[in-house]
């Protein structure tokens, strides 16, 4: 028996994860289901998927297709916090990567530990299916509320001698440098960002 409180979050994270915005992102019933847009592709639920999950589901995923295919573009798919809540032992985002294994994802370092996971568990289990990583460290819990709790690069908590050789074996090509409200101004935390990344960057890679 899923409690409604349970099943909202259910609901709201499989359609955060589906990319369908229908519903407002603020309270939404117990009883809502995503709403699949037309002409969407159907892309099969994976037998084991979590009743709380399934639940929440029209049925199949939905994710636009064409003409993304015929002009050679990849669909991929970023994840916040919502997307790492855990369903039957697994992340909501790790239950969509098995849904669309050609999806190609970038992981939030940030936002997966702000949402309660280890980033450098999270990559070895997401092995594969990762293309890119947003770099951006997260404050002490409590710090740092007005850039919504980041901190700049090499000054939170994230342990970035991890987490870059954890990227490099799940087969992340790009690495980018992010801060979604970075203080004092974004040009002198990039600067410092990439100061700090890219020697660290060049020694996992071995360049």
Not at 35 to 53: E, K, T
Request: charged share 20%.
């Amino acid at each position: 028996m899923v409690s409604d409180h349970r099943k909202e979050r259910a609901i709201k994270s499989s359609c955060v994860i589906l990319g369908v915005f229908a519903m407002a992102a603020t309270t939404m019933p117990a009883q809502a289901t995503c709403q699949v847009p037309p002409g969407a592709v159907q892309l099969r639920l994976p037998s084991g998927l979590p009743p709380a999950l399934r639940d929440a589901l029209p049925g199949d995923i939905a994710l636009p297709g064409e003409p993304f295919d015929t002009q050679g573009m990849k669909i991929g798919f970023h994840n916040h916090t919502v997307e790492m809540e855990m369903f039957d032992g697994k992340t909501g985002f790790e239950w969509f990567a098995e849904s669309a294994p050609d999806v190609i994802l970038t992981v939030d370092l940030a936002w997966a530990a702000q949402g309660g996971q280890d980033p450098t568990a999270l990559l070895k289990r997401l092995k594969g299916h990762v293309w890119n990583v947003h770099v951006k460290d997260t404050a002490p819990m409590g710090m740092n509320k007005d850039q919504r709790g980041l901190a700049n690069l090499g000054e939170g908590v994230l342990k970035w001698d991890q987490i870059l050789p954890a990227a490099r074996e799940a087969g992340v090509q790009w690495y980018t440098l992010e801060h979604d409200v970075p203080k004092p101004d974004a040009l002198t935390v990039l600067k410092s960002a990439n100061a700090y990344l890219t020697p660290r960057l060049q020694k996992v890679l071995g360049l």
